[in-house]
C-alpha cells in the first residue's frame, strides 16, 4: 500500500497519521483508520478551509461602523460573495469569501477599491497549514484550583473546625472583581439581545449566582423569550391593521424578528439566531457554538479576555427557580453554605463527585448541594424547612408554576422562622457524615420537598413522563418531581458513597477532628480531605466472614425485581418483609434445586428473646407465616420453565420456626416525621406518599442444610465441557438456571462414577431483612455444623458470588 501526504512510516515500526496526530501499530490498523469517521471528518474540514483561504480577500482600511451589507454591496460587483467576516472586536479588517476563484481574481485585479470615500486594501488570504489540536479534556485543577497542598497552611492556622470550613468558603468564592465581570457581561447581552428580542430578559442562573459559586465557574444564563413572542405578536397585529403604515416599534421588529416566528420556531431555530448574535454582535465572545442535541440545547461561548465560560439557554425556567430557592435557603440559615463548600470538596477528593470530563457515575454539585440541604432538614429541631413548609408559609404574590409544576416559596427570608437548631458546623457536618452512612439508599427515595425519606414502592405506581427513573441513589428535585438528580449513578458509586461517608464519620468522633494539634501537624478538615483509612466493614456487603459464620448480602435492587412482584410491591408498607419472602424462595430454589442441597426448617433461638407484640403476645406467628410464605415461593418457583428437579434424598417439610424478631432501629431516622420547625408553626402533611417504617419489625427464617457434592470443585471445566457438547442454538446462555442445575447434576454423576458418597459438609443458614438504617437487603448468615474435610470455607467463597447471581436470575422468573 503506498502511502498518502497524511501517513509516515515509524522507524520502530507503525505508522503516524499527520493530520490525526495519532499512531497505528499496523498496515491493518492504518486502513481502518484512514476509513474512519474522524480522519475523513478531518479530511472534509481541511479542503472546506483550504477552498475558504482559496476563495477570499483580505480587506482593511473602511471606515470604523461600516457593516457587512456594504461590504457586500461593494464587492458582489466582481462576483457572487458567499460570506462577509467581520473583526467586531476592532472593527479594522474583514475577510470576503467569493463563490468561486474567478470571481477573486477579478476583485484582486481592481487598480484600486475606494468605498464611502475610503480606500481599501485588499490583498489574498494569508494561507495556513492546516493542523488538527485536538479539544482538550477539561483540566480538573479548572474546576477546584485550589489543590489541598495549597489549602492546608490556611485551613490549619485556624482555631475550629467551623473556622476551618468558614476560610474555605472565603478561598474559593467568587471574588468581588469576578463577580463584577460577571455582572457586567450580563448587562452586556441584555443591552444587545433587547435591540433584536425587544423585551427579553437575561437572567443568571446556577453557580454564578446560587450562592455556592467557585473561581472559574460557568455563567449560565436563561434568555427569557415570553415577552417578546408578545411583542412580536402585537407588532404582527398591528402591521396586519395598519397595512405599510407600520409603527416605529413594528419596524424594528422587522430587522430580525421578522425571519421567525418565536411562538412556532423550534428551540433549533432560535438558539441558531440567539449563537448568530453572540458571533457578529457581541465584542469580546469568541467559540460560539449551539449544542441542540442536548438534555437542555444551550449556545455555549467564551468571553475571551477572561477565559470565562458561559451557556445560554432559552428553556430552562425551572434553573432560575431552583436558584432562587437555593439562595433563600442560604439567607435562612449562614451555616449551609459552608456545609456544602466542605462536602463539595471532600466529595472531589474522593473521586465521588467532580468528573472534569463531564457525564459519568458521579455526583454532580446540585445533587450534593440537596443531599447537604435534605440532611439538615432531618435534624432535631429542623435547621431548614421543607420546601412544603416553605409553601405553606407563601402569600398569594409568591405563587409560582413552572411547566405545570408547583414553585411556590417565600421569596423574602425576613418574613420566615429562624431555626430553633444551635448545632455547630464541626457538629453538623460530623452527623452528615453518619447520616448518610446509616441511610437506606436502596429502599427510600430522598424529597427535599416533604422533607423526609419515602418509600421507593410509593414510586413503582407513576405512570408517563413524570415518572423519575429510579436507580442505586435517587435524589428528588424539589420542583421537577420526576427528576431524579442522581439518576446517572450506579451501584458501585452509590456504595463508595456510603463507605466514605462511614470511614468520613468514624474519623470525624477523633479528636485529631475536634481538636487544633498542639504539635502543628494536620488536622480537622485537612485530614478529613486526605483521610483514607481502612475500609469500614459494610454489615453483609458481599461476604463477611467471623470466626464461626460467614454472611452474603442480598442487596434490594429494583430493576433486577420481576413485574408482578413490582406489582406486589406498589405501596407497600411493608415492602421489605414481602420482598424477603420473595428472596428466600429464590434462595432455597438455588440451594436446593440448582446446587441439590437438602434444606430442613431450624429452630432458631433468639439471643434477646422472642419481643412482645403490642398485645403482649409472643411474635413467633410472624416468623411462621414468613416461612410458609417463603416455602410456597419455594415451590411456585420449582414450577417455573427454565430449571430441573435436584435430585435430593430427603423432601423439605414445612415446619414452624421460632424465629426472633428484630427490630431495626429504636430511634427515629431518615424515614421518620421530624419535629416540626417550631411548635407553633404547623408542618404540614402529606397523605399522598406513606413514609417509610424503619421500626417495622422483620421476620428471620433458618435451615439446616447438608451439602452432599463438590458442587464448587471443577465447575467452570464441567460447564465448558456440557456447553461444547450442545448444538450452538441448543445451548442455553451461561449461567442460567437451567445450564448451572445441568452443571451440579453432572458433577454429581462424576462423584457417583468414583463412588464418592456421603456428605460433604453441614451448615446452617439463617436469612434475615435488614434496612431503614442501612440499604435494604437480605442477609444470609452461614454457620459451619460438620466440616471434617475443612472445605466449608471453598464453599462460602463460590457461594458468595455464584448465591446473590443466581438468586436474581430467579427473582427475576418469579410472579
Known sequence: MELDADTQALAKGGFHCLLCDINVPNQASLEDHLKGRKHQKLRSVRDTRKTQEQHSVFVSGFQRGTTELQLIDHFQRFGPVASVIMDKDQGVYAIVQFNNTESLQVALAEPQHCMAGQRLRVKPRETKEFKYIPKKKQDP???????????????????????????????????????????LLVSLLQEIFSEFFPECKVLPFGSSVNSFDIHSCDLDLFLDLENTKTFQAKAKSTAAQAGEGLSEDAQSEDSILS??????????????????????????????QAVTSARRPVVKFIHKESGLQGDISINNRLAVRNTRFLQLCCSLDERLRPLVYAVRYWAKQKQLAGNPCGGGPLLNNYALTLLVIFFLQNRQPPVLPSVNHLKSLAGEEDRCIIDDWDCTFPCDSLTLPASENTEHLCTLLSEFYNFYGQFDFAGAVISPRDGRALPITDFLNSEGDRNPRLGPLNILDPFELCHNVAGNLNERTEQ??????????????????????????VWGLVRLFHQQGGSVASHGQSGEAGADRMIIG??????????????QLQGSGDFRQLWFSEVCGAMLCVLENVLQISCSPVKRVSEEGTKPNASGEQSSHLSETSFNENETKSQELKRKPGFQEANNNEDVHSKVIDSPIASLQDEPQSG?????????????????????????????VGWQCTLWHKVWAGRR???????????????????????????????????????????????????????GTEDTRTLAKFTPLVDGSNLFQDFFHFLESFLPRMTGKFLEKSG
Not at 554 to 567: H, V
Not at 688 to 693: A, G, Y
Not at 728 to 733: A, H, L, Y
Open 717 to 771: 471445566k464441567v460447564r465448558r465441557d456440557l456447553l461444547k457438547g450442545l448444538k450452538e442454538d441448543s445451548r442455553p446462555d451461561g449461567g442460567s438456571i437451567e445450564l448451572e442445575s445441568k452443571v451440579t447434576e453432572a458433577i454429581a454423576q462424576q462423584e457417583k462414577e468414583a463412588k464418592v458418597s456421603g456428605a460433604v459438609l453441614e451448615f446452617t443458614l439463617h436469612a434475615e431483612v435488614v434496612g
Open 141 to 183: 485543577s479548572k474546576q477546584q484550583l485550589i489543590s489541598l497542598e495549597e489549602l492546608t497552611p490556611a485551613l490549619c492556622q485556624a482555631d475550629t473546625v467551623g473556622e476551618q470550613m468558614q476560610r474555605l468558603v472565603e478561598l474559593f468564592e467568587l471574588s468581588e472583581s469576578e463577580r463584577r465581570l460577571r455582572e
Open 259 to 288: 425571519d421567525i416566528d418565536l411562538e412556532s420556531a423550534t428551540s433549533t431555530e432560535v438558539l441558531e439566531l440567539v449563537a448568530t448574535v453572540l458571533q457578529k454582535c457581541v465584542p469580546g465572545v469568541h467559540k460560539v
Open 496 to 521: 463508595r458513597l456510603r463507605r466514605q461517608c462511614q470511614e468520613a464519620a468514624k474519623y470525624c468522633r477523633s479528636l485529631q477532628y475536634q481538636r487544633k494539634s498542639t504539635k502543628g501537624k
Open 554 to 567: 442480598i442487596p434490594f435492587k429494583l430493576n433486577a425485581l420481576s413485574g408482578d412482584t413490582r406489582k
Open 672 to 700: 421518620v416525621k421530624r419535629p416540626r420547625l417550631s411548635e407553633e408553626t404547623p408542618q404540614p402533611s402529606s397523605s399522598k406518599k406513606q413514609r417509610l417504617d424503619p421500626a417495622h419489625p422483620q421476620a428471620a
